[in-house]
Each structure stands twice: as structure tokens, then as C-alpha cells.
């Protein structure tokens, strides 16, 4: 089979696979000319089993990578045996601390069949559990104690220094955050708001509730103990629900 070929099949199947799975997949397909990206995609991979072991031998050259709209990502590549067919592998959330992956067992991948509907349902009983129980794991090492976020809530949470932080669950509330003086970590993806005008903080956080109402975002702010919110700052917020996000550090 021709190289043209190969990169066609690959396109397709993950496109099939993409649309068969739970929630809302977009795939992605990577060429040999997206070098850059096929490297960092490679040192992202979460496994140190069957693909870890294929791409020591064959370095990626091409892949499919399927996105979902909180940040999840899988990646599709072809496997190089005489079986054929395709390896799907977890790929590890951007710029997290490695303290984060630690203790986290890798989600390693999985072989699949040359039927990407019967693999659909391999993926979604298999691999994506281990993935999303590992992706809550390592994004809520990361919080240091911030209550994550949900898509249709941001969760805001108040420090000791009196700053507030959250951590969105994708990027829809970022752009209102960023507006309003939240500063991003770039590590860890949190967005925090610095705590030394108290009324220029309030004020922030009274104008960025309708906004992302607006955007079909509740908000919901956490008090820890012995902490309150500045009076003129919004009151009656409900608190978020307690999360439930949900193997050594991450090497390869």
C-alpha cells in the first residue's frame, strides 16, 4: 500500500472513530510536513506500554489526533506488525507540573481493529475510563487545593493571600477572566485575580458573572474557612458541589 494510501486510511478511520464516540470528537489529521507538531504531540503521549514500545521503533511520521471541548485528547496511529490496523493512545494535558503526574497510572493505549465501530466501543469501555480517571487525577494534583471548574460553571476560590483563583474547564471564560485582571499560570492553566484592591477586585467580580451568563457559564464562589468575600462583593453565590474529578510521575 502506497504512503498516499496509508495517510488516507488513517484519515479516515479516525474521522469514523471520532464521530462514534460518547460526547463531541474532532479529528485532526497530522502530515510528515508538521514536524514541530509531531514532535510535541510524541512527547505528550501517555503510555509506556504497547505505543511507548512501537514508537521507540517507528518515531511518528504522521497521526490523527481526535479532541474533545474540554481538552482530552487521543491520538491514532498506524501500527507497524502483521497485524496492521491502528494504535490509540491518551495524550497528557499541556504545561501540568510533573508533581501533578505523580502517583497517576499512565492510561496506556490500546490496539484496535480495522473496524472503527467495533472500536468505538473498545475506546469508550476501555481507554477513555482510564483516561478521564486519570486526566481528573492529575488536573486536580495540579489545583493545589482550587475546586475545579465544570463547562457550565466557573468555580472561583478564594486564597490565603486574598487573591481569587479558578480553573476553567475549557477556554470559552478565559477571554471574559483575562478582561478583568485574571492572570494565567502558565504552568498549571489557573487564572488567578490579585487581592490587593479589594474594591477593584469586587468589581471585577460582579461585572464577569453576566458576562459569562452571557456565554451560558454560571459562576459559584468557595469560601474557605476563616475566609470571607469583601462585602461588596457578590453575595449569595452557591457554593460549587464538592468534585469528584475523576501509574508515578508521567516519564517516558
Not at 460526547?23 to 503521549?45: F, G, V, Y
Not at 503526574?101 to 490496539?111: C, H, L, Q, S, T
Not at 471585577?204 to 459569562?212: N, V
Request: one cysteine or more; charged letters at 20%.
Amino acid at each position: 500500500m502506497h504512503d498516499h494510501d496509508i495517510s488516507e486510511r488513517l484519515a479516515s478511520y479516525a474521522d469514523v472513530l471520532a464521530g462514534e464516540l460518547p460526547d463531541t470528537w474532532t479529528s485532526t489529521h497530522l502530515t510528515a510536513d508538521a514536524k514541530d507538531d509531531l514532535a510535541e504531540l510524541s512527547d505528550r503521549i501517555w503510555d509506556l506500554d504497547l505505543v511507548a514500545a512501537s514508537l521507540a521503533e517507528h518515531p511518528l511520521t504522521q497521526a490523527a489526533v481526535l479532541s474533545r471541548p474540554d481538552g482530552a485528547q487521543l491520538v491514532l496511529l498506524n501500527r507497524y506488525d502483521e497485524r496492521g490496523s491502528f494504535l490509540l493512545a491518551a495524550v497528557a494535558p499541556r504545561a501540568l507540573p510533573d508533581e501533578a503526574y505523580r502517583g497517576v497510572p499512565e492510561p496506556n493505549g490500546i490496539a484496535l481493529a480495522d473496524d472503527p465501530f467495533l472500536s468505538a466501543e473498545q475506546v469508550a469501555g476501555d481507554l477513555l475510563i482510564r483516561y478521564d480517571r486519570a486526566l481528573a487525577q492529575v488536573r486536580h494534583n495540579a489545583l493545589d487545593g482550587i475546586q475545579p471548574s465544570q463547562p457550565d460553571r466557573v468555580v472561583l476560590t478564594w486564597q490565603a493571600d486574598g487573591s481569587v483563583a479558578t480553573a476553567p474547564a475549557d477556554d470559552r471564560p478565559c477571554t471574559v477572566l483575562a478582561a478583568h485582571g485574571f492572570v494565567q499560570d502558565p504552568h498549571s492553566g489557573i487564572y488567578r485575580l490579585d487581592g490587593d484592591d479589594t474594591q477593584a477586585q469586587a468589581r471585577a467580580l460582579r461585572e464577569i458573572g453576566p458576562q459569562l451568563e452571557a456565554l451560558g457559564i454560571g459562576i459559584a464562589l468557595q469560601h474557605p474557612a476563616g475566609r470571607h468575600a469583601p462585602t461588596s462583593a457578590p453575595a449569595s453565590m452557591p457554593p460549587a458541589p464538592a468534585g469528584t474529578r475523576a501509574p508515578t510521575a508521567r516519564t517516558r
